[in-house]
């Protein structure tokens, strides 16, 4: 389910059995668990494409009752993932959106049932919910 954002210590194992980088600029840390969303999108993650991509997962997520977390200046917490050499073809690219969620208590069944059908989000088993396509997070196609 989606976690609560208390660490369970697997996290501190993990960085403590990771290997040593070999750049002395590379540091490996435990984080705390975080309530995230995930949207995964084609194409070049431009500016433009990005903010997009941003207001139509958050507004899916509001749709279900859930908030994004904002920065101590009002902003949105997110980072975009990009998987791909910047010589790959726009449609065979792959790019996630992740924001980070207020974290309260585990969200009902009436509020993931209102992420399925048209607008729907799917959450896996570490807690990251998906919203997959446009047509998913309720955006025209293209």
């Known amino acids: 389910?989606?976690?609560?954002?208390?660490?369970?210590?697997?996290?501190d194992a993990a960085a403590s059995s990771a290997p040593v980088p070999l750049d002395a600029r590379v540091a490996i840390s435990a984080k705390?668990?975080?309530?995230?969303?995930?949207?995964?999108?084609?194409?070049?993650?431009?500016?433009?494409?990005?903010?997009?991509?941003?207001?139509?997962?958050?507004?899916?997520?509001?749709?279900?009752?859930?908030?994004?977390?904002?920065?101590?200046?009002?902003?949105?917490?997110?980072?975009v993932y990009q998987y791909n050499p910047p010589t790959t073809l726009p449609?065979?690219?792959k790019n996630e959106l992740c924001i980070r969620l207020e974290v309260g208590p585990e969200p009902t069944e009436a509020e993931t049932a209102g992420l399925e059908g048209g607008s729907s989000l799917e959450e896996d088993d570490d807690g990251v919910i998906y919203c997959e396509s446009d047509e998913e997070c309720g955006l025209p196609s293209d």
């Open 91 to 93: 449609f065979l690219r």
């Open 1 to 11: 389910g989606v976690g609560d954002g208390v660490g369970d210590g697997a996290a």
């Open 32 to 79: 705390p668990k975080q309530r995230v969303a995930v949207k995964e999108f084609q194409g070049i993650a431009t500016p433009g494409e990005v903010k997009r991509q941003l207001q139509a997962l958050k507004e899916a997520l509001y749709r279900s009752g859930m908030t994004p977390k904002l920065a101590n200046s009002g902003d949105d917490c997110y980072q």
